[in-house]
């Protein structure tokens, strides 16, 4: 016998629609796009066969039979959210496991306090934890969570951002001592730059700066190129090799011991999102639930 509820994370979308008032609002309320919402709720319509939503260029609004199918689906999710309530408030603690994917950065550097702290607050719960620079596929290795890198593409995921990470340029103190250290672009253009190599697309990962209150892509030329491990261009300018653009949170450490040294701070400003996502048609258990909170609070906090 076949799911009869797989659909739900289609109606919880409805619903988001709905109450932001228009697709776009839901869009950035679920870290989506538009056309993704838009795409789940023409699913969902022609599941029922049944229009829901009427849509015009300036407007957005339930027809009657979408009013009378939210009103009764709201008061099914109250229903089920008192039964978790309730059942889990008999358990002493929250049990279960989460299998979570995370890239090496966040892995080594965001993730662990974090997971220490929930792991504390939830001794009962497993937590699988894969670190790798792969995206791996949620659904096809069987993936509850992962936290991904960048803006995310159109995949019919449910994402929400945990932060936008500062970006800043770093070099040993050695290097900059050989070399001198750059003033502006054009002098960095003369720099031993170490860029990372894309593994999706094989090109340089182009290094973000803020002038004069505009953001600015700007490709980093090198003989030495750093691909699959991003840490590896770390560990690279550390040893004195060039220069490399890396995570605030990465090297906070290395500048506060002088293992680093920022180079043109007067162009920081860039940064590169974060977010944890999941399967839209997934029931969350509370356990993915609660770890989901964790990371989106600690990130707000």
Known sequence: MGRQFEHLGDVEVLAAVVEQGSFTAAAVALSTTPSVLSRTITRLEARL?????????????????????????????????????????????????????????????????????????????????????????????????????????????????????????????????????????????????LPFVLPSTGRISPWLFRQDGRELQWTPASRLQVSDDVLGVVSLAEQGLGICQTYDFIAAERLRQGRLVEVLPQLRGGSRPFSVIYAPHRRLSAACRALVEELVSAAVA
């Open 49 to 193: 066969g049944v229009q829901l939503l009427r849509r015009t260029t300036r407007s957005l609004g339930l027809t009657e039979a979408g009013r009378g199918y939210l009103e009764q689906v709201r008061q099914a999710f109250s229903l089920i959210a008192e039964a978790e309530r309730a059942i889990q408030g008999q358990q002493s603690e929250l049990s279960g496991g989460v299998r979570l994917s995370v890239p090496t950065t966040y892995g080594h550097y965001r993730l662990p306090p974090l997971l220490r702290r929930f792991t504390q607050r939830y001794p009962q719960v497993q937590v699988e934890l894969n670190i790798t620079n792969r995206n791996v596929d949620l659904v096809a290795e069987g993936f509850d969570l992962a936290i991904r890198l960048g803006s995310l593409p159109d995949s019919g995921l449910v994402a929400r951002k945990l932060e936008d990470a500062a970006l800043c340029l770093v070099a040993s103190p050695e290097y900059l001592e050989q070399a001198g250290s750059p003033q502006d672009l054009d002098a960095l253009r003369r720099h031993a730059c």
